[in-house]
Structure formats: C-alpha cells, structure tokens
C-alpha cells in the first residue's frame, strides 16, 4: 500500500515539475501577424499557413511606432505575447499583450524617456513571467479587442484606439478559436 502510493505522489510530483519547469511562452502552434500597412490581422501556423484573415481592423488613431508612449496614441510595433486575455465591458474581450517588453524599454531607457531602474525593472518583470508594468511613460494595457458598442462606420474609416488593435465584434468572436495566453502577435 504504502508502495503504491509513493509511486503516485512520486508521478504527481514528476507532473508538477515540468508544468512548473515549462516556460508561460513555450506554445507556439499558431501566431498572429498584424500588418499596419495593409490593416490586416492574420493567424498563421508555425509552417506560416494561413488559418485566418481579418481584414479593416483598427489601430491607434496615432499611427504606428517603435515604442507607444502614454497618452500619443501609437501602437507599437515589434513581438509580443499575449500576457491575458479576460472580458471588457467596453470590448467584449481584450487580449492583453506583454506590453512594455525589454525591447520597447530599451528604445524608450536610450531615449531619455525612462530611467535605469524603470528599464531594469521592465526586463525583470519579463524575465519572471510577471505582469507588464503599468505606471512607467510607456503606458499599458496595449491588446487586441472588439467594437463593443462603438460605431462599425467610424472603424471601417478610421483608426480610433488609443494604441491598441481592434477588430469587428464578429472578427474577435472568430478569433477566439486560436487565441490563448503566450501566443506570440507580431506588429509591423
């Protein structure tokens, strides 16, 4: 008896060790490539086959650029992860990313817009699969979402996020079917 049960605290243990050993980021089955010159959000294998394509999403009413700062309106472009995803009263659902990331506090730290200590907190809050940081010039809470009740004219015609990507309330519906936390969302 005692035999049978030390081999399955013993496999549990086993178990327990490579969920906790294998890293929040490690799938990576499918991807998801924004392109802001062609307002396209695209799923894709690792192969880069194409599952799924949403065409006339939303970006940030400021353009796109290397590194969103509070307040201008920007989405910034590079590799993310999605860090969360959880519903929104205003979006329906909002798939946060990992933003600021090491990269984007790099530029950032060697612009003069944030210091030492705000860089190397950034990079370490990474580095242990924390939440981003929310209270640096870099902003927060940058993620895909839905219309939610806004107006499906004015996204057709403009973009209007604060920085974040937005598609039709029917198009995030359908991109539920791929979405999870770690999957990686390129910006460009």
Request: glycine fraction near 8%; charged fraction near 15%.
């Amino acid at each position: 008896m005692f035999m049978h049960n030390f081999r399955k605290i013993r496999f549990a243990c086993l178990l327990l060790g490579l969920m906790l050993s294998t890293p929040v980021w490690a799938d990576s089955s499918h991807w998801i490539l924004v392109d802001s010159a062609s307002h396209t959000l695209t799923v894709l294998t690792t192969n880069n086959r194409v599952l799924a394509r949403f065409d006339n999403i939303s970006l940030g009413r400021g353009g796109v650029a290397p590194v969103h700062y509070r307040g201008d309106d920007t989405t910034p472009q590079g590799e993310f992860r999605i860090w969360q995803i959880r519903p929104s009263a205003q979006f329906g659902m909002f798939y946060e990313l990992d933003y600021p990331t090491p990269a984007h506090a790099k530029l950032a730290w060697q612009a003069g817009k944030i210091d030492q200590p705000t860089f190397d907190s950034i990079t370490q809050a990474n580095l242990n699969h924390q939440p981003p940081r929310r209270d640096t010039a870099l902003g927060s809470e940058i993620g895909i979402h839905g219309l939610g009740h806004g107006n499906a004219i004015i996204h057709k015609q403009y973009d209007w996020t604060s920085g974040c990507v937005a598609l039709t309330n029917s198009q995030l519906h359908h991109l539920t079917r791929w979405a999870k936390p770690g999957m990686r969302v390129v910006i460009r």
